[in-house]
């Protein structure tokens, strides 16, 4: 090699320089570079991939879900969604084979409600049972059932769909005891009238047990009931001629008021709520 070549060449990049010249010129249009613009651009904090909210539902895997989705057992809002990659908030109805689903973590909160508080999760009701359970989880919780405002003792919450379809089905829900005390004595013949179901308006009306409360008088007495409202305690003793001055629910299922002050809530055991599923 000549001098003259070897000092045109000197200070010169070899081989491989010119080479990574381009190399560097072509990174600014690869596609790394695009796809973090991208997902910069379409990142939405109150969004979720459908797969994941169902996969953090428990239904299962994310592949699973993609699986489930592709074949149309996914619905959103209505819709059937088979689209990958499909994004949906965490306000969204969303249901896996027709069944509503949550991605939050399964919660269960009984409540042991005081007078004055209305059962209902909407707002301008004045004071409401969501007001005593405010400070038990930042899940999307709801009262299972109904006791009337003035109406004392247990009341379930959970944002656990099975859950709550287990107390929606009166012929096979989950019985709920009250003692109810009226306004005087309860006559023999209307406590076996209760007790064998009595028609209004033509339909029948029915309890599951009725019984006197032992050591009380006879204006008290527990009556065991599947529907999910209080409503149907009223009806009866409106029929026959009672007026109720109280009602209390004592229990829920194999759930008492044990431990669980007026107006306090606790959360479910495991073990108590593995009895509840076995209901």
């Known amino acids: 090699m000549s001098k003259h070549q070897s000092g045109k060449d000197k200070g010169k990049p070899k081989g491989r320089g010119n080479d990574n010249n381009k190399a560097k010129s072509f990174a600014k249009e690869n596609a790394p570079f695009k796809k973090k613009s991208q997902s910069a651009r379409s990142s939405n904090p109150d969004e979720i991939r459908l797969n994941k909210y169902i996969s953090n539902s428990g239904m299962c895997s994310r592949r699973e879900a993609d699986e489930n989705i592709a074949i149309g057992l996914v619905s959103v809002n209505g819709t059937i969604v088979t689209e990958m990659g499909y994004k949906v908030k965490r306000t969204d109805d969303v249901r896996f084979d027709g069944r509503r689903i949550t991605p939050e973590a399964k919660v269960y909160v009984l409540l042991n409600k005081p007078k004055g508080f209305a059962t209902t999760n909407s707002e301008g009701k004045g004071r409401t049972v969501m007001d005593l359970v405010s400070n038990a989880t930042n899940a999307n919780i709801k009262p299972i059932g109904r006791l009337g405002r003035n109406s004392l003792g247990l009341l379930l919450f959970t944002n656990d769909e099975v859950i709550a379809q287990k107390f929606t089905h009166s012929k096979n829900g989950v019985g709920r005891l009250f003692q109810v ?11 076996k009238k209760i007790q064998e179901g009595f028609k209004v308006e033509g339909k029948l009306v029915a309890v ?10 006879k204006n008290q007495v527990g009556i065991k009931i599947k529907n999910t409202g209080n409503t149907i305690l009223r009806t009866i003793f409106d029929n026959l001629n009672y007026d109720i001055v109280k009602i209390d629910c004592v229990s829920i299922g194999h759930l008492t008021k044990k431990d669980i002050p007026r107006g306090s809530w606790k959360h479910l055991t495991e073990q108590e709520l593995n009895t509840l599923k076995m209901i």
Do not use: A, M, T
């Open 181 to 191: 005390e009226l306004d005087k004595n309860l006559k023999f013949e209307d406590f």
């Open 208 to 217: 599951e047990e009725i019984s006197y409360i032992q050591g009380e008088s």
